[in-house]
């Protein structure tokens, strides 16, 4: 059994930066590992993904460039990078695990979410 917990949101102006972090207990050492976000009134969205070894992350087009996923698979945890936050990026993010090669919202395995709040 896996469980992950968000954290590092809060507010932030245009034009800042923010690291989200996403603790999990039970390995994730072979989990394809997701972020999603969820802005209020519409649906969940995929953000980026990284495979069990680090290897070619992918981002939506809205963020790429912008945000970057790590991982440190020895404590278990993964990382949203996010730079030139706009208000556009106000959601509730959420952390994801699959042991599929994509994660997809019918993940096994998703975090409480953090708010990201970016004021213009």
């Known amino acids: 059994q896996v469980q992950l917990a968000e954290s590092g949101g809060g507010s932030v102006q245009a034009g800042d930066s923010l690291t989200l972090s996403c603790a999990a207990t039970?390995?994730?050492?072979?989990?394809?590992m997701a972020w999603f976000r969820q802005a209020p009134g519409k649906e969940r969205i995929f953000v980026g993904g990284?495979?069990?070894?680090?290897?070619?992350?992918n981002y939506a087009d809205s963020v790429k460039g912008r945000f970057a996923i790590s991982r440190d698979n020895a404590k278990n945890t993964v990382s949203l990078q996010m730079n030139s936050l706009q208000p556009e990026d106000t959601a509730v993010y959420f952390c994801?695990?699959?042991?599929?090669?994509?994660?997809?919202?019918?993940?096994?395995?998703w975090g409480q979410g953090t708010q990201v709040t970016v004021s213009s």
């Open positions: 994801a695990a699959d042991s599929g090669l994509v994660v997809t919202l019918r993940a096994s395995y």
């Open positions: 039970g390995s994730t050492v072979r989990y394809t």
């Open positions: 990284i495979s069990w070894d680090g290897n070619g992350p």
